[in-house]
């Protein structure tokens, strides 16, 4: 089973829809998630970042974190070609030996006008 | 501030010809990642400094990369010899944590092609 799990895409959506952004993962240890947003040709960018279970909102976007299902979303509301990018979930866990890192594979996402 | 800074933006080069990608990070960063990103694999980290000292480098594909960060303003990852099977975006990014958990500042990315 792979680490994190999340839908490649694309996904197109008209301009205005609800878009439902999802991954899942495997390692127990994980104790923070984001959602990075990546431009074409850019490097990535954070969006949302939550340490707990729930829901977190900025603006538009809404981060839902379910630690009991090893599942987290990121919610777009009125979707606008703005937000056409690919979006990235990112869990990160402490060791021992330092922090690490872990990016899903992204889902391309596209909103048309 | 400028952000992460890196050169060239896009590099196409050889099979067996080295490869210098650089990057500036963002003044106070302590720690400063490289990452290798294809469609295949996605965002992998190859290596990651904190306070210019290698912490982590287990994601270096073999010894023909090396990466150094002689000062806090600057790094380089090298590849020698350069394969066709390299081409793949390398992104530099920095961060004020030190233990890999906190906001990454990733720079534009270097596409390197090699033929």
């Known amino acids: 089973q792979k680490e994190v799990e999340q839908d490649p895409g694309p996904l197109s959506v008209p301009e205005g829809a609800i878009v439902s952004l999802n991954c899942t993962y495997s390692?127990?240890?994980?104790?923070?998630f984001m959602w990075y947003r990546q431009y074409s040709r850019k490097g990535p960018e954070l969006l949302m970042y939550?340490?707990?279970?729930g829901n977190k909102e900025d603006g538009r976007f809404t981060a839902q974190v379910d630690k009991s299902s090893k599942y987290i979303s990121l919610f777009i509301r009125d979707s606008q070609p703005i937000d056409t990018a690919t979006y990235l979930c990112?869990?990160?866990?402490?060791?021992?030996?330092?922090?690490?890192?872990?990016f899903g594979q992204g889902t391309e996402l596209s909103v048309k006008p | 501030d400028a952000g992460v800074i890196q050169s060239p933006r896009h590099e196409v080069t050889e099979m067996g010809q080295e490869v210098t990608l650089r990057c500036k990070p963002i003044?106070?960063?302590?720690?400063l990642f490289w990452y290798r990103q294809t469609m295949m694999r996605g965002l992998e980290l190859l290596i990651y400094?904190?306070?210019?000292?290698?912490?982590?480098d287990s994601g270096m594909p073999e010894d023909r990369f090396s990466a150094k960060m002689p000062n806090a303003s600057f790094s380089t990852l090298k590849i020698q010899p350069s394969e066709p099977r390299d081409s793949a975006v390398y992104f530099c990014?920095?961060?004020?944590?030190?233990?890999?958990?906190?906001?990454?500042?990733f720079g534009e990315g270097s596409r390197l092609t090699v033929l």
């Open positions: 990014a920095s961060s004020q944590k030190a233990d890999n958990t906190g906001e990454l500042f």
């Open positions: 390692n127990s240890a994980f104790q923070y």
């Open positions: 939550t340490y707990s279970s």
């Open positions: 990112t869990f990160g866990a402490i060791y021992t030996q330092g922090g690490k890192l872990i």
């Open positions: 003044s106070g960063h302590n720690s």
């Open positions: 400094f904190n306070n210019n000292v290698p912490i982590d």
